[in-house]
């Protein structure tokens, strides 16, 4: 039987569900039940009725989907699908920050670790974080670990916003030579790339919204500024339309680490199972709900 088959089978026996993010390899997200951005990731995994939950994506998503479902059983299927942005936050760095200006509201990029968010008011991704820094009552906000985003927030708010910490990037949106950018057809930049990248944008939008655009659109060609695989998402999703990446090697090695082989491992033994402290579980949860509640 084909390995696309034995998945299918496996999942259906063991009433699992794979959610699959938008940077995954093309045959990862053909047999996934469900694909999205961050936001729509976690909604879907708040809202599944399966037992299993398998994440085709990096820690930090799998992580969330585990805080809002304690009662499901998530599974990773790499321990090496990790986000290098997370990596630049610390809940420690939180706490020393929070010291620092206490009038602050915390807002944390949903690409953080669960200890960090534990110390956040609220969390965001790229497809709501204007909104959710409008819906505080702060004016001054505390916004981490991404400082683009963090840049492109503060372009779109009268509040005085401060990346936490300042060095903090992607190392994929921070990859692209805004001369080699082709400029033949609609250019979409995600909002983790600098602003002299947003800059060339016809719209700056998360994965979902990039999707959105184009649904809505009737232009035939687009550019396409943010992880490579995201062109498979969009040319599986729009077979008639063209999608140029804006750069090729523009890719997230820890998305690549899941594959079919390991997903079919992951349901057979299980594995990995994501856990989190239940006392950072517990406090993530709140600044996770919170968000929901807000978008
Ligand atoms: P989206 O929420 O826009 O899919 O972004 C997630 C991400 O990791 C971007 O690098
Ligand atoms: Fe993290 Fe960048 Fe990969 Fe997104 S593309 S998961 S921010 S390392």
């Known amino acids: 039987m084909e390995l696309k088959e034995k998945i299918k089978k496996l999942k259906d026996e063991m009433n699992a569900i794979i959610l699959a993010h938008n940077y995954q390899r093309k045959d990862v997200q053909e047999i996934a039940d469900f694909k999205g951005d961050s936001l729509e990731l976690a909604r879907k995994a708040k809202n599944v009725d399966a037992d299993y939950i ?3 994506g990096v820690d930090f998503m799998a992580e969330t989907a585990a805080i809002i479902n304690p009662d499901k059983t998530v599974l990773i299927p790499s321990k090496a699908a990790t986000c290098e942005m997370a990596k630049f936050l610390t809940g420690e ?3 020393e920050y929070k010291k620092r200006y206490p009038e602050a ?46 840049s492109h927030v503060q372009e779109h708010t009268d509040k005085k916003i401060i990346p936490l910490p300042p060095e903090g990037h992607c190392y994929v949106h921070t990859s692209f030579d805004v001369d080699s950018i082709p400029r033949d057809g609609k250019i979409l930049v995600h909002p983790e790339c600098p602003p002299e990248i947003r800059k060339i944008g016809d719209a700056v939008a998360s994965t979902g919204g990039m999707v959105k ?9 687009f550019v396409i500024v ?4 995201m062109v498979s998402r969009l040319q599986l999703d729009f077979p008639d339309k063209e999608f140029v990446p804006a750069w090729e090697n523009a890719i997230c090695l820890g998305m690549k680490h899941v594959t079919l082989e390991n997903i079919y491992r ?18 993530a949860k709140r600044a996770i709900e919170r968000m929901l509640e807000v978008s």
């Open 266 to 283: 992951s349901l057979k033994e299980k594995k990995y199972v994501v856990k989190v402290d239940p006392d950072i579980a517990e406090r």
């Open 226 to 229: 943010t992880e490579r695989d």
């Open 54 to 56: 398998v994440f085709a």
């Open 105 to 150: 509201a915390v807002v944390l990029y949903v690409n953080s670790t669960a200890e960090a968010k534990a110390e956040a008011d609220i969390t965001c991704t790229s497809a709501n974080a204007v909104k959710v820094v409008e819906s505080l009552p702060n004016e001054v906000i505390l916004f981490g670990p991404d400082a683009n985003l963090a």
């Open 213 to 221: 655009y184009v649904k809505n659109s009737n232009e035939k060609r």
């Open 93 to 95: 760095r939180v706490r």
